[in-house]
Structures are given as structure tokens and as C-alpha cells.
């Protein structure tokens, strides 16, 4: 059974970088078939796509969010990272990773999601 599961501090103040790290149980970060993704949710808006990090170790942004955004891997650790810098209120959000399957183009497990404020 495939499990991921988001960490990271809950409250962030503006203008520093948000870090979340999610680990992966049950499923191999280098396989070819999938990527491993961050979404995010703002209170009462839908769901945003951030990025991905392929079986290769590629990376891709969103284009609204590439500036800030940074994803990274420990495949030791099967752990993926998300760095979100200059951060401001309105990337307040409940933040999810998720594999994709590159075949689909689907995220076909979830991890729980974890909400981060941004507020001084």
C-alpha cells in the first residue's frame, strides 16, 4: 500500500520560506512510471498544482510559481521537499503531495494534506 505523509511547521511568517518534506512508504521514488507532486489548497478556493519532481530527479513549476518555488528528493530517505520562499498571507493554503502516474497524468495516491498559515 502506497502511504505519503506531509510534515513541516504549521505558521510561517511573511517574507520567509515555507519548508514541507513528504515521505513516501510503500513505493519507490525512481520509478520510471510516476512523479511525485505538491498541490495546494487555499480556505475556500480549489486546488493548485505546484510542481513535480520526476523518477530522474526533473523538476517542474508551475509557471505562476517557479520564482519561488523549489522541489527537491532524498531518495535514501524516499522524501520529497517542497521550498516555498517569499512567502505572504495569501499562500496560506493546505498543502498535499501526491504521486502521479506519467501514463494518466493522474495523482493516484494522496498524502492527508497539512495546513500552513502564513501570518505574523
Known amino acids: 500500500q502506497v502511504q505519503l505523509q506531509e510534515t513541516g511547521p504549521g505558521l510561517v511568517k511573511p517574507s520567509q520560506t515555507l519548508s514541507l518534506t513528504c515521505t513516501v512508504s510503500?513505493?519507490?521514488?525512481?520509478?520510471?512510471?510516476?512523479?511525485w507532486s505538491w498541490i495546494r489548497q487555499p480556505p475556500g478556493k480549489g486546488l493548485e498544482w505546484i510542481g513535480y519532481?520526476?523518477?530522474?530527479?526533473?523538476?517542474y513549476y508551475s509557471p505562476s510559481l517557479k520564482s519561488r518555488t523549489s522541489i527537491a528528493r532524498d531518495t535514501s530517505k524516499r522524501q520529497f521537499t517542497l521550498q516555498l520562499m517569499s512567502v505572504t498571507p495569501e499562500d496560506t493554503a493546505v498543502y498535499f503531495c501526491?504521486?502521479?502516474?506519467?501514463?494518466?497524468?493522474?495523482?493516484?495516491?494522496w498524502g492527508k494534506g497539512t495546513l500552513v498559515t502564513v501570518s505574523s
Open positions: 510503500g513505493a519507490s521514488i525512481t520509478s520510471d512510471d510516476h512523479a
Open positions: 519532481i520526476n523518477y530522474s530527479g526533473s523538476t
Open positions: 501526491a504521486r502521479a502516474n506519467m501514463a494518466t497524468v493522474l495523482m493516484d495516491y
